[in-house]
């Protein structure tokens, strides 16, 4: 997969996008508070908060610096706050290059669809510049949140892989603008 730079400010009914700064780590501490948020990242089990959150955003401007996409935050157009994070992620699924939406919400906000409205923003975007002929979200088995977004967005449940010695349940949405030759 080419290295891509993809643009902040894309917007939905309720979210506009713009990449993340050193200035989001306080705030997305936040998310690493939460153990029902972090349940699925053992990784951050454990750490101080305020280190994970650093971790995490350093992770995405890595991302953004090597034109390997990120995460972006998500935020409320009404209220300018930040509620979430979503993107696409390329990532090496059973030695296969994958654009994968990923997207994590701040535990306040959940139950409200910003996390399905996110990642049918990027899901477009991905398919609308003919970036892929699929995404890709990875999710762990017992993650059923994030199955329900995935599944409302129309990915399918394809496999179960190993990923950085997790199992993951692969889902995958293929571009309905790329005509079969």
Known sequence: ?????????LESDRLITRHLTK???????????EPDAIEFF??????????????????QLARYTNQEYGMQ????????LLVGQCG????????????????????QYWGLGYA??????????????QLVESVISTISPGNMKSIRVAEKNGLAFEKISIWQDMELCVYRLHNPLLVPQ
């Open 88 to 107: 696409l992620i390329a990532k090496d699924i059973d030695g296969i290059p994958e654009l994968e939406v990923g997207y994590s919400i701040l535990k």
């Open 42 to 59: 053992p990784m951050y089990h454990n750490k101080p908060c305020e280190e994970s959150a650093g971790e995490w955003i350093n992770r």
């Open 73 to 80: 935050a998500l935020l409320e157009k009404k209220s300018g």
């Open 23 to 33: 200035a989001d780590i306080l705030v997305w501490s936040d998310f690493f508070k």
């Open 116 to 129: 399905a409205e996110a990642a049918r923003l990027f899901i477009d975007f991905a398919f609308e510049h």
């Open 1 to 9: 997969m080419p290295p891509y730079h993809y643009p902040e400010g």
